[in-house]
């Protein structure tokens, strides 16, 4: 359980300034490249070189890790040459955490120099034809606690970080999500999707209806992160790539047995994880620099 004081947003530009000043003291690394890591997704992390780890709990105004598969660590180092970050753990509304606290370090690695954002997650899928252990290219999302409100942008908004309404149709950049089909085809993976991906509250699963539901209105798959990372990278003039790894089909049917569980996902991640580094480790490698987005301050 959080206490009252790790619920408190300390979103401010000072508080972000702070950290991103304390991080780049204490790493020689200039991250052009951020990476978060999903539900047992961690091991992307692993791929660094010459990793420089920092506990969550020991930088100044980050928050922690709750939840089990995600190890609450910072990484530094380099990935093909490129300068990263990895956050080898992530922060979720059902933790407790106030919207704008679970997408703070998209602020502070904005302030640290870093231009593309690439967000892994786990998530069930809804459209039929995915199957478990399929990936998903998110090309867009549905913001379902979005529509009652809760968006990290609300609130003040601090002209520092980004406009005051940002546009959002162009969340998942095309050229990445191009460069990303022209990869699994060089790799030969067969089981590469791209679909948009809803994001609830959690940390209940979905029931039978609102899977029915989500489905019906455009979402090929459900999780409960990203979307809210991505609102804030953009705000700030990040570009974003993110992927979906389906790692549990969400039930539809009344007479299924089959019951979503955090193992399943954990264990999905397992299977697909080296596929999954060698896909993003290419992109990277293939990044070009130069993100010139109208948003960036
Ligand atoms: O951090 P992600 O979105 O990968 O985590 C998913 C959603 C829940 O946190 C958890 C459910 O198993 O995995
Ligand atoms: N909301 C939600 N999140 C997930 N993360 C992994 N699988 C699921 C799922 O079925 N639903």
Same mark, same amino acid.
């Given at each position: 359980m959080l206490s009252m004081s790790e619920c408190v947003s300390d979103d401010?530009?000072?508080?972000?300034?702070?950290?991103?000043?304390w991080l780049l003291s204490n790493t020689q690394v200039r991250p052009t490249v951020g990476?978060?890591?999903?539900? #047992?997704?961690?091991? $992307? !992390?692993?791929?660094?070189? *010459?990793?420089?780890?920092?506990?969550?709990?020991?930088?100044?105004?980050?928050?922690?890790?709750?939840?089990?598969?995600?190890?609450?660590?910072l990484v530094f180092g380099?990935?093909?040459?490129?300068?990263?970050?990895c956050m080898q753990g992530r922060f979720h509304l059902y933790e407790g955490y106030p919207i704008q606290k679970i997408t703070l370090p998209m602020r502070i690695f904005k302030l640290m120099g870093v231009e593309t954002m690439i967000l892994t997650n786990a998530a069930g899928g809804l459209n039929q034809d995915y199957k478990v252990?399929?990936?998903?290219?998110?090309?867009?999302?549905?913001?379902?606690?979005?529509?009652? #409100?809760?968006?990290? $942008? !609300?609130?003040?908004?601090? *002209?520092?970080?980004?406009?005051?309404?940002?546009?959002?149709?162009?969340?998942?950049?095309?050229?990445l999500r191009q460069l990303a089909h022209d990869v699994a085809a060089e790799l030969g993976y067969d089981?590469?999707?791209?679909?948009?991906?809803?994001?609830?509250?959690?940390?209940?699963?979905?029931?039978?209806?609102?899977?029915?539901?989500l489905h019906r209105l455009g979402a090929d798959a459900v999780g409960m992160s990203t979307a809210h990372e991505v609102i804030v990278a953009r705000h700030a003039g990040m570009r974003c790539f993110a992927l979906s790894l389906i790692s549990n089909r969400a039930v539809m049917d009344y007479d299924s047995q089959e019951k979503a569980n955090h193992e399943e996902v954990l264990e999905t991640g397992r299977v697909r994880s080296q596929q999954l580094e060698k896909l993003v480790s290419i992109m990277v490698a293939r990044l070009e620099q130069n993100n010139n987005d109208d948003n960036a301050f």
């Open positions: 401010s530009y000072e508080e972000c300034r702070t950290t991103a000043d990476i978060v890591c999903g539900s #047992g997704l961690g091991g $992307l !992390a692993e791929m660094l070189k *010459d990793p420089q780890v920092f506990k969550y709990s020991d930088i100044p105004n980050f928050p922690r890790s709750t939840v089990h598969g995600h190890a609450g660590q380099t990935l093909k040459g490129k300068p990263c970050v252990g399929d990936v998903m290219i998110i090309k867009d999302h549905i913001n379902m606690p979005g529509f009652a #409100g809760i968006n990290p $942008l !609300a609130g003040p908004n601090d *002209d520092r970080f980004g406009v005051r309404f940002p546009c959002m149709s162009d969340a998942y950049n095309r050229e089981f590469l999707k791209e679909g948009v991906y809803s994001v609830v509250g959690g940390p209940s699963f979905e029931t039978i209806a609102e899977c029915r539901m």
